[in-house]
Each structure stands twice: as C-alpha cells, then as structure tokens.
C-alpha cells in the first residue's frame, strides 16, 4: 500500500468514527477533523493506547484558513494524504422551505459543500502529482432521491453528489478517482434520531426491503473498497448503502 495517510471530516462520531475504525485496522494514518472538540479528545485516547497513527484536529471546515493550517500540518506529521472522505454534514433542520431561516440553509450547505471544496482545492494538485488519489464523498440516499420537509439537506446531498462527478470527470485523467457513498438509514444518531427502539426506526425497518437498519460498518466498508488502489476503475459512482430503500416503491 504505497499511499498510507488519510483523512476524514466529521469522524467523531457515528459513521466517521466506524470509517476511522477501518482505516487504522487497513494500516492507514488517518487525520480526523470535527468540531466537536469533547469527540476528538475520547477518539485520540482510545486509539493512543493501541499506537495508532492518528492527528485530531478541532475546527470547522467551512474555516479556509484553519483547513489549510491543519491539511499542512497533517501531511508534515503523516505524510501526503491521498485519501480524502468528505464525511461531515448535518441532519436537519426538518421543515417546511418557507419555515427555514437563511441561517440554517447556509449552514447546512456550507458544511457539505463548502467544507469539501476547501480541501479540495488545496489537496487535488498534490494528488495529481502523484498520480494518485480518492476522493470519498459520504453524502445520502436524499443526495438521490427527494423528500418533504428536508429542502436544505436534500439539496444539500444532491449538490454534493454533482461535486463528486464534476471532480471524476476532471482529475481522472490524473489518476485520482472520486465516488459518492449514499447511505440510507443507519443506526446512529444522526440516521435515525430517536433511537433503533423508536416508532420511526421500526416504520424505517418496515419500510427497506432487507427489513432493518444499516451499520456504520457497513458503510466503512464501502469506503475502505473505494480507498484501495485496486478500485481504480470505479470513478463518478453513487453508490447506495440502503438495504434496497432507493429500489422499492411500495407498491404492493
């Protein structure tokens, strides 16, 4: 494995943290960025204690400069970071559109999008000179389809995903792929927010053919196959991590 250094946005929590799990079990050194600096301090002490190459780094992504500081300082301490996975975002706010304030739309798409684009802008010519990278864009099944009462995140995601197939068709000449991972629901907080024991989370398991939740796991490991150099044919993909919810109607 020639490009060992990775990054990931968002990887606190949820399914961040189980996509951090995987890259340090696949040998990578990984930098974590969130903004929740509580997160990032319990993440760094469990995985001190096993020795793995890992760098916390406290701020938000929608800060230029902080990203740029943070992206010099990851690859003076691990190296080049060939591997990007834009996996920070926000659930919510659920409202009608008239009902949202300019605020909560801005937030919801500067962090899914603004975030991306500045690390983006900053580490495509580094892996463009080395004629190799991943871009990993965690986006949603919304990113896809539509819904009610989620214009920001739905446009959001949508928006994201055109990001992923505008970067595929521009680096890949360079050797850099860049593909979308659109989980459905999982059983985190932020997939399904009143917990797997709730009415909703069974209205959702009833409602995906497989009959249950998804796991952060499950969406690590799809990440942890697009990572590999061995995918390097699989470049502009939306891939769907649902249980077969995009695929289903309901019509009975």
């Not at 993440?43 to 500081?69: N, P, Q, T």
Request: aromatic share 8%; proline share 4%; with cysteine.
């Amino acid at each position: 494995m020639k490009h060992k250094t990775a990054i990931i946005t968002g990887g606190g929590g949820g399914i961040g943290l189980a996509i951090l799990r995987r890259f340090i079990k696949d040998g990578y050194s990984v930098a974590l960025f969130d903004k929740n600096e509580e997160a990032l301090s319990h993440v760094l002490d469990d995985y001190s204690r096993i020795g793995a190459s890992l760098r916390c780094f406290h701020i938000d992504i929608r800060d230029r400069e902080a990203a740029e500081k943070a992206l010099k300082e990851t690859e003076e301490s691990l190296g080049f970071p060939a591997i990007l996975v834009n996996n920070a975002g926000i659930g919510g706010p659920f409202k009608e559109l008239p009902d949202l304030t300019p605020e909560e739309w801005e937030e919801v798409l500067d962090v899914k999008i603004k975030g991306p684009f500045n690390f983006l802008r900053i580490l495509l010519p580094g892996m463009a000179r080395k004629k190799f990278g991943r871009v990993i864009n965690i986006a949603s099944l919304y990113g896809i389809r539509g819904g009610a009462l989620s214009s920001a995140y739905i446009a959001a995601n949508h928006a994201l995903v055109g990001l992923t197939r505008s970067v595929a068709a521009e680096w890949g000449p360079r050797g850099i792929t860049s593909n979308a991972v659109c989980p459905g629901y999982i059983d985190t907080a932020m997939g399904v927010e009143k917990g797997p024991r709730s009415d909703y989370a069974n209205r959702v398991q009833e409602r995906t053919p497989v009959r249950r939740l998804g796991s952060p796991e499950e969406i690590a490991d799809m990440v942890s196959f697009l990572a590999r150099e061995k995918s390097g044919y699989i470049n502009g993909g939306t891939f769907s991590v649902d249980g077969g919810l995009a695929v289903d109607m309901g019509i009975v």
